[in-house]
């Protein structure tokens, strides 16, 4: 509760007061990210996930937004974590899942079946009881194929509790959801969770990406990468794709999957009809 959270931070204050700018710096965001989510200030943006062999959109990703009324448009980076720290991820995690979940049921309304929408779920989250029941629940109210939905996690869901990121998926996967590994390459990389994590995609993180062209071992990164996604049977994305160069070569080196700038940047889920009717769909 807030009264614990405010009487523990005052101690800490009087003793170092330092502190008490972060502490009063947070629990102001804490206060602000509630009031976000009970005045409905987020928004869902989607980027597109593309086939750059057939020019067809696979998918989307949602990305979150803050529509703050006084700042404007807020990018996750600057409220994630606090989010993630004050277990306010949960809520907004739970809020995610609802919109994604709704526009899945728009696209089943207008035939769009095979599109996936893929998410992002924090650790926090992922581990948390809660998220099971929710997305079950979820799948009754909704009504969509769960193989639709793409759950995105970074490596360091496995650093805190191994054990426990492995039976989360399990349990997701047999419900039917496709697990993603987000940023790969970027976080705790051990090659034995690909081993024993059943999951179904990697995205290669757009710090490799960015530097393909000039730089001989990011190069050699992203192809082992496209490689050991192909001997795992995996399906791979490159992200942050922002010029043609880049796409070719990539394509060069059998990467089939491309999200990024060159395509489209993300953009309100309002927009997003109007766009898919200026490309193919599956
Ligand atoms: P991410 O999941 O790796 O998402 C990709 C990020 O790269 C997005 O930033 C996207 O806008 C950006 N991006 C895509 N293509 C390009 C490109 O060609 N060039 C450049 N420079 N950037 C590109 P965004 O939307 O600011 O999100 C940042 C991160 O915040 C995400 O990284 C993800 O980790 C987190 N995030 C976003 N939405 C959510 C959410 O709903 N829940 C949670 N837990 N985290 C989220
Ligand atoms: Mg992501
Ligand atoms: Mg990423
Ligand atoms: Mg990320």
């Not at 989307?60 to 993630?84: C, D, M, Q, T, Y």
């Not at 306010?88 to 609802?98: D, N, T, Y």
């Not at 496209?226 to 994305?237: E, G, P, Q, S, Y």
């Amino acid at each position: 509760s807030y009264g614990k959270k405010i009487g523990s931070r005052s101690i800490s204050s009087f003793f170092n007061p330092y502190m008490r700018e972060i502490s009063e710096t947070t629990l102001h965001t804490e206060i602000n990210l509630r009031k976000g989510l009970d005045m409905n200030e987020f928004r869902l943006y989607l980027q597109p996930q593309m086939d750059c062999i057939r020019n067809k959109i696979e998918g989307f990703e949602a990305l979150i937004r803050w529509n703050h009324p006084e700042k404007g448009l807020i990018a996750p980076v600057e409220f994630i974590s606090h989010a993630e720290s004050t277990g306010l991820i949960l809520p907004i995690g739970e809020w995610v899942i609802r919109q994604a979940f709704t526009q899945l049921a728009k696209w089943k309304k207008s035939g769009q079946t095979s599109m996936t929408l893929s998410i992002n779920v924090s650790p926090r989250h992922f581990l948390h009881e809660k998220l099971v029941p929710f997305l079950e629940m979820c799948l009754e109210t909704y009504d969509i194929m769960p193989e639709q939905l793409i759950i995105e996690i970074t490596e360091n869901v496995a650093m805190g509790d191994y054990l426990a990121a492995q039976k989360r998926i399990i349990e997701l996967r047999e419900l039917g959801f496709l697990i993603s590994i987000d940023d790969f390459g970027t976080g705790f990389s051990a090659f034995v969770y690909l081993q024993h994590f059943p999951i179904d995609e990697i995205k290669i993180d757009r710090r490799f990406i960015r530097e393909i062209e000039e730089n001989d071992k990011s190069l050699g990164i992203v192809k082992t990468i496209i490689d050991l996604a192909k001997l795992l049977n995996l399906r791979v994305i490159a992200e942050g794709v922002e010029t043609i160069e880049q796409l070719n070569l990539l394509r060069s080196i059998g990467c089939k999957t491309i999200q990024g700038y060159y395509y489209a940047r993300p953009m309100p889920s309002e927009e997003v009809e109007e766009w898919m009717g200026t490309k193919t769909t599956n």
